[in-house]
């Protein structure tokens, strides 16, 4: 039988943070076609007034599908998916979406102290989204919710320049580390996709050791399952096509960019 070729798949954010979904997808669904799309002209998310960040990506995911083709798309970014997934799933019916939202639920089965954080971009903070997530699976626990201001920033230099100040990130994730009646915060939700990418640095400068809850690996699971239902794909020869909406990738990016195995197409 030949194989049906249906379209890659998309992965999107704001800029790099979905890279972290995409290092995953590699290992479980190495055969596949990637797209990798960065809104880097808008980038960060996270200071987005909502309205006009919604209208903005369901006019995107027009342009973006009719150009790709997706067979899947993967939204690698909490601040957009929490914002916008119902949208984009009513705009384009026949399109499959996979989103990334705050992993609030295994963290409130996963906490001994009932003190959890949510580290994540002061947009998502903001969502109703993630406050039903806590009413619905959290109502048991203390969740802390904090907002990041700089972090996705520099996440972005660290993975350009391959530097970062730690003490930047010390304070960055400081209010996530609560002490209360003797029991203190034991489980930290990375709720950015850029987040992993420091997580390093995160414990490094914590002040006392915790969990931290990444989803990019759930949510490779979750396109590996979706994946599975597609007719067989080809994967071409040579490197995936990355797309950036700026139009102005930097060497470093480019540089960065194939280390994930795309080529950036303009
Ligand atoms: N990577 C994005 C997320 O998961 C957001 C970064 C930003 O654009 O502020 O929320």
Known sequence: MDEVSTGPILFFDSGIGGLSVVKEARILLPQLPYVYVADDAAFPYGVWEEEAL???????????????SPALVVIACNTASTLAIADLRA???????????????????????????VLATPGTVRRQYTRDLIGQHAGRCHVRLVGSEN????????????FVEEEAVREEIAPCF?????????????????????????????????DWIDTSEAIA?????????????????GPDVAFLTSGRPSANLRRLLSGFGFSVET
């Not at 919604?54 to 790709?68: A, K, P, Q, T, Y």
């Not at 996705?152 to 350009?160: Q, S």
């Not at 599975?228 to 080809?234: G, T």
């Open 91 to 117: 705009a384009y019916p026949g399109q499959t979406f996979v989103g990334t939202v705050p992993a609030i639920k295994p963290a409130a089965e996963r906490t001994r102290s009932g003190l959890v954080s």
């Open 151 to 162: 972090l996705a920033r520099l996440a972005e230099r660290y993975m350009h320049e391959g």
């Open 221 to 237: 699971r979750r396109a590996l399952t979706l994946a599975a239902a597609l007719p067989p794909q080809a994967r071409r020869e």
């Open 178 to 210: 609560v002490e209360r009646d003797g029991a203190r915060t034991d489980i930290v939700v990375l709720a950015c996709t850029h987040y992993p990418f420091l997580v390093n640095r995160m414990r490094k400068t914590a002040p006392w050791p915790v």
């Open 54 to 68: 919604r209208g903005r990506l369901v006019e995107l995911f027009g342009s973006l599908i009719e150009r790709f």
